[in-house]
């Protein structure tokens, strides 16, 4: 008599998954070929805005970081979903629609939506959990709407300018302020759009994702670091137009030309190092206060 088959129990250990490489490439190749007028465009304005200057490095960085996941994966059973499907169409048509409307920041946002419901559709909610670091960090690659851009340009000269007058008041060098216009006792000050610090923003707060990601594994931690980029590059870029009045006072080239950019640099990296001292002082408060 041929024996009953010996029925699995209901809590034994879920079969690791394989990561099928065949249908990513073919899901990736389909993707790239959808979307490579918009993301020709995309990386046209990473080189020739200064202010997107990072863009080529989201991409990697991001893909480095799910690859890092492989394993993760590996050993998470997939349930494909069919809403990830779902997702791919509603970005293509999202991306259709935006393009004959000329929305630039919509049809390029769908490319990202898209890459979600892929991942969602091959590997399920668990895959898609994994992946959400690395997904939400592309949206840095995506330079924001003309209209947000245009608002908080001009907010960000305005706190610049003001910034400015109150250091170099502090130095001892009169200063009266109009507007965005600083009249030193050599030369007028035009803290313009460039000088606003929105560059140094964008670039802070992808750093500061990454750095929290690679030093730290506490979700909250990459969200608070991720705040306090704002008053950092704020204050970063206060610095920079007091240092460039100041450094004009002693000698007008300082503050023209390579100097200038040199300035911007090393701002920069002082706003980098403020952002690893947050961290520190966040991290010793939460293990002064007990907090996980």
Same mark, same amino acid.
């Given at each position: ?151 908080? /340009? ?23 302020? /109009? ?55 704020? @204050? ?21 030309? /390579? ?8 701002? @920069? ?24």
């Amino acid at each position: 008599m041929a024996s009953a088959p010996i029925a699995q129990s209901a809590d034994a250990p879920a079969k690791p998954s394989r990561i099928s490489w065949a249908a990513i490439a073919w899901f990736g190749a389909l993707l790239f070929l959808c979307y490579a007028p918009i993301l020709f465009r995309m990386a046209k304005q990473w080189a020739n805005d200064e202010n997107m200057g990072h863009g080529f490095f989201v991409p990697i960085v991001a893909g480095y970081i799910a690859w890092k996941r492989r394993d993760l994966l590996v050993a998470t059973p997939r349930n494909p979903s069919m809403w990830g499907l779902v997702i791919v169409v509603w970005a293509a048509l999202q991306a259709l629609v935006a393009t004959l409307g000329a929305e630039i920041f919509t049809a390029r946002l769908a490319f990202v939506m898209s890459l979600f419901g892929v991942v969602l559709f091959i590997g399920g909610k668990q895959w898609l959990k994994i992946l959400l670091f690395p997904l939400l960090l592309l949206l840095f690659m995506i330079p924001i709407p003309q209209i947000l851009y245009a608002r908080l /340009t001009l907010s960000l000269q305005m706190l610049a300018s003001e910034l400015g007058e109150i250091l170099i008041s502090a130095m001892g060098i009169p200063v009266i302020r /109009t507007g965005n216009l600083l009249q030193l006792p050599s030369q007028t000050l035009d803290i313009a759009e460039a000088c606003s610090g929105i560059r140094s923003l964008l670039s802070l707060g992808f750093l500061s994702l990454v750095y929290a990601y690679f030093t730290d594994n506490r979700a909250w931690m990459r969200v608070a670091l991720l705040i306090a980029t704002v008053p950092i590059a704020i @204050f970063a870029n206060g610095i920079r137009v007091a240092t460039t009045g100041w450094l004009s006072e002693i000698d007008l080239k300082l503050a023209q030309g /390579t100097y200038h950019e040199m300035e911007g640099y090393l701002v @920069f990296v002082v706003a980098l190092l403020a952002l690893i001292a947050t961290h520190r002082a966040i991290s010793f408060a939460a293990r002064r206060f007990g907090k996980a």
